[in-house]
Nanobody
Framework: VQLQASGGGLVQAGGSLRLSCAAS????????TGWFRQVPGKEREWVSC??????RTYYSDSVKGRFTISRDNAKLYLQMNSLKPEDTAVYYC?????????????????WGQGTQVTVSS
């Protein structure tokens, strides 16, 4: 099982980025998959999740209304709009081997290297 995030970069506040997550070793739509982020010195923070099967989506309060999670047969995505400097972090994707979402990093597997998102003010 492996997931690898990509698509990060440097963007000005108010701008947009679209992150992608390539998944291998499992059927993407069958399980819950999520996005997390982490800044140095802080715990990994849950951002969003899409559950297995019907694909219901969930968001943390800090990104609700600005970020959109989606998937196709091969990849997981995170569309990030109206970016703020506080969104600066390394973003990771991971899978939870059940259909239901969760917010705790320990529930998830398949962490890759992450992708850096930097939002300048």
């Amino acid at each position: 099982v492996q997931l690898q995030a990509s698509g990060g970069g440097l963007v000005q506040a108010g701008g947009s980025l679209r992150l992608s997550c390539a998944a291998s070793g499992f059927t993407l739509g069958r399980y819950a998959t999520g996005w997390f982020r982490q800044v140095p010195g802080k715990e990994r923070e849950w951002v969003s999740c899409i559950n297995g099967g019907v694909g219901r989506t969930y968001y943390s309060d800090s990104v609700k209304g600005r970020f959109t999670i989606s998937r196709d047969n091969a990849k997981l995505y995170l569309q990030m709009n109206s970016l703020k400097p506080e969104d600066t972090a390394v973003y990771y994707c991971a899978v939870r081997f059940t259909a239901g979402c969760g917010t705790q990093p320990g529930l998830y597997r398949g962490w890759g290297q992450g992708t850096q998102v930097t939002v300048s003010s």
